[in-house]
């Protein structure tokens, strides 16, 4: 069964503590891996997308890669703003050619001034 | 420039009764998801859907869910006969359709349903 799995579930860090989040996936036919930022009671919102092994995107204190079988979110020198839950998603394409996009549980991140 | 509108935000339902929930994907989007998430958990995958089809509904439950995108206005969640249970957000995204260059989804803000 396709899977993503985040870790870790949650994380505290100090203003300025660098740290990164890990996604993990089992997926066949994968097309992209996205990157979402979610603020309670709002929706998710589109960070990055991920096409290849290799890859790196990077915007403000973000910078996201992607391996054959994961990818990392690396929070550089993190502010309190940046306190929310980050949720990793993978699209899985069907074999009708159809894709869905199948999320992990995410990560509770809390940056203390 | 909208982005996906969902409405309503907030919604209260008496056990038994009907929930309506509706989605407007971003312009150009042509295909419509919707998500349902618990509090402190990940978003559940329910149903996929395009203008007059459902493409994948392998998420949603077998009775009184049902999920429609006419040719014509929103993209409907419909709950009957809800239960104590259904008290979740439920969101709707939106994404181009397959084939193009940029395929991240987009989501709404979301319908917060409380069942009493």
């Known amino acids: 069964e396709d899977q993503v799995t985040q870790s870790p579930e949650a994380l505290r860090l100090q203003e300025g503590e660098s740290s990164s989040l890990n996604c993990s996936y089992t997926?066949?036919?994968?097309?992209?891996l996205f990157w979402y930022r979610q603020d309670p009671g709002k929706g998710p919102e589109f960070l990055f997308t991920l096409y290849s092994a290799g890859e790196e995107k990077e915007k403000e204190r973000l910078k996201a890669t992607l391996t054959k079988k994961e990818s990392f979110l690396h929070i550089t020198a993190p502010k309190p703003e940046d306190s929310a839950t980050y949720l990793c998603a993978v699209q899985e394409v069907g074999t009708s050619g159809t894709y869905k996009y199948i999320f992990g549980t995410g990560t509770r991140l809390k940056v203390l001034a | 420039n909208a982005g996906v509108m969902q409405n309503p935000r907030h919604l209260v339902r008496r056990r038994g009764q009907e929930a309506r929930l509706r989605c407007s994907p971003m312009k150009g989007h042509s295909h419509v998801y919707w998500y349902r998430q618990l509090p402190e958990e990940g978003l559940k995958f329910m149903v996929y859907?395009?203008?007059?089809?459902?493409?994948?509904e392998s998420g949603m439950p077998k009775e009184r869910f049902s999920a429609e995108f006419p040719k014509e206005g929103p993209s409907i969640l419909r709950i009957q006969q809800v239960v104590r249970g259904d008290s979740a957000a439920y969101f709707c995204?939106?994404?181009?359709?397959?084939?193009?260059?940029?395929?991240?989804?987009?989501f709404g803000q979301g319908t917060r349903l409380t069942v009493v």
């Open positions: 997926v066949s036919g994968l097309r992209g």
């Open positions: 995204a939106s994404s181009p359709p397959p084939g193009s260059s940029n395929t991240e989804a987009f």
């Open positions: 859907l395009q203008k007059e089809n459902i493409i994948d």
